[in-house]
């Protein structure tokens, strides 16, 4: 079955007296993948692994949490080492965890600089039934060793991942599925600059005197509210971080996005930013 809802107006991203994200849950894609889970998951117990990473894989983590809750998916929430134990407890014996669905986590591991969710599904994927890989961005190849009836990928672009891995099917990151109340008014400070200062940062980037790399200053379990109520008070927010991008994107800000060392970013822009918020341009580096 599918759900259809009707499309909503563009939002005049010059509004500065609501509260309210301006988020994309009402989009067509989270219904998809809304199916594909149910159809999935019917009858099974379900486990969700959090994608391990920073702040802004923070931002990934709640807005899955909130669809779940939002969609009545009961899951059981655990972490990667406890997989791999049980892994190691099965291995050997033929046996695998029977009736139960794998939800991950999605986000930027499946990248040639980070690739720690391709190497937990290539390790852990066969013991379970079925799993399902939330949106992603592909830089390296679908699992070669998994038979591609039990494994479900979400592609968080229409492009490059999505020629990567032909499986994939197209949704928003889960980032854009959150709802969150952010006290915002008129900004009161002209420019911040939250560049990305790690291995993903493009070779021409240059850093300002006074940037803050936000992203890094929290891990991926720590709430998304204070993320957005530190960017809020910034009338322009320039940045290579797409998460940074999305926040202010659905605050409304005005955003300048600079590409990182490979197509994240600019493809997500293209996808999902590009469509939806005027305000958010996408820059180069000069």
Known sequence: MTWILPSRPKRSASATDRTDLWNLRGDQEYDLLLERIREAGSGKRILYVPNIGNWGDGLIHEGTVQFFHEHGIEYTQIDRPKIAQIRKALEGTGLRLSDTLLIAGGGGAFCE????????????AWLFDHVVLLPTTFELPPLDDIDPDRITYFSRDRHTSQKVNPMSVFCHDMAFYLELTVPVGEP????????RDDKEQHPEA???ADNLDLSLQAKHLQPALPFFQILAPYRKIYTDRMHIAIAGSMLGREVALYPGSYFKSTDVFRSSIEPNYPATALEVWK
């Open 206 to 208: 240059k850093l300002p």
């Open 188 to 195: 009161v400070i002209e420019r911040g600059n939250f560049f």
């Open 113 to 124: 600089a980070w690739p720690s969710t391709r190497n937990f599904l290539a390790a852990n």
